[in-house]
């Protein structure tokens, strides 16, 4: 509505009757309070007050006019109370985006857990490896693996990943097993977002550091796939420790390189904005970053 500030100002002056008292209870200028009447009579078209030397009192047409204001200014100040007591409140819709590797159990867990002791909040969850318009598609937070090259968003890092390269003792039978990172350009490696079946891996032990580039018969865009071809023999994978732990311990993978891992890879909490975050998101966010998991670790 146009006109709504300057109908506020109105209602208030009806209220004490007084422009001088009207303006300190707004706290305005008193020119300022009588200019906003004066332009809401322009707008109108009608006289709205007149004016004593103690008070202001309503013409005929403004009594009917406040009684028409009335009702719908009680309906707004009400709707913004109860906006406000849920902005402040653990409770409304948590609209969660992760990436695939979640969907495993130890993140439902954490997610049940979440849900039983925040029995207000209503949790919308998205399982995709899809980077997601945060604003577009309505997600209060995403995590997110990797460094960040959406400069638009706002980011809080929860802990960090390591990949172990791997493979199954059937793919490694009749090969000779490598010593140092560049002998991994002569094995079939299952490749994570491969461009023309190629990929740089970024190992690290101590000090030194060395990018490889390593080819193969399999790409996925999905970790969890990556995880699936190696463990059927197709290559040597790098495995993020939550996809090879168990299966090392088990003697179903075979950990090459034990010197060397992939460099440090951030785990992110990612929200569209920081400016008047929901108490929701903002124990959510805690909650992520005091978990102990097998995805990540602190850091």
Request: aromatic share 8%; proline share 4%; hydrophobic share 40%.
């Amino acid at each position: 509505m146009q006109h709504l500030d300057n109908i506020l100002v109105f209602v208030k002056v009806a209220e004490f009757e007084s422009i001088s008292k009207a303006a300190r209870a707004l706290d305005m200028p008193i020119s300022t309070v009588s200019r906003k009447l004066s332009a809401l009579e322009s707008a109108l078209g009608v006289s709205l007050v007149r004016r004593t030397t103690r008070r202001v009192i309503l013409t005929s047409q403004a009594r009917d006019y406040l009684n028409q204001c009335i009702e719908p200014l009680i309906k707004l100040q009400e709707a913004e109370r109860v906006l406000t007591q849920t902005q402040n409140k653990l409770e409304g819709s948590l609209a969660i985006s992760v990436p695939m590797i979640l969907s495993q159990g130890p993140f439902m867990d954490f997610l049940s857990r979440f849900s039983r002791e925040h029995s207000a909040i209503r949790v919308d969850l998205y399982i995709t490896n899809a980077y997601l318009n945060l604003v577009a598609e309505n997600v209060d937070i995403a995590i997110r693996f990797g460094h960040l090259e959406d400069s638009s968003v706002v980011a809080t890092k929860i802990g960090k990943s390591i990949r172990y390269v791997v493979a199954t003792a059937d793919y490694l039978k009749g090969r000779k097993l490598p010593t140092e990172p560049e002998e991994l350009k002569g094995h079939d490696c299952i490749l994570f977002n491969a461009k023309n079946y190629g990929a740089d891996w970024d190992l690290i032990s101590g000090r030194r550091k060395v990018r490889v580039r390593v080819t193969g018969p399999i790409s996925s865009r999905d970790c969890q796939s990556v995880a699936a071809f190696v463990l059927r023999g197709h290559g040597v994978g790098l495995l993020e420790t939550a996809y090879s732990d168990q299966s090392l311990a088990r003697g179903d993978l075979v950990r090459l390189l034990p010197r060397w891992t992939s460099t440090e890879i951030p785990v992110f909490a990612v929200y569209p904005t920081r400016k008047f975050l929901p108490p929701r998101v903002t124990a959510f966010v805690k909650a992520l970053a005091t978990w102990k998991n097998p995805l990540w670790v602190r850091g």
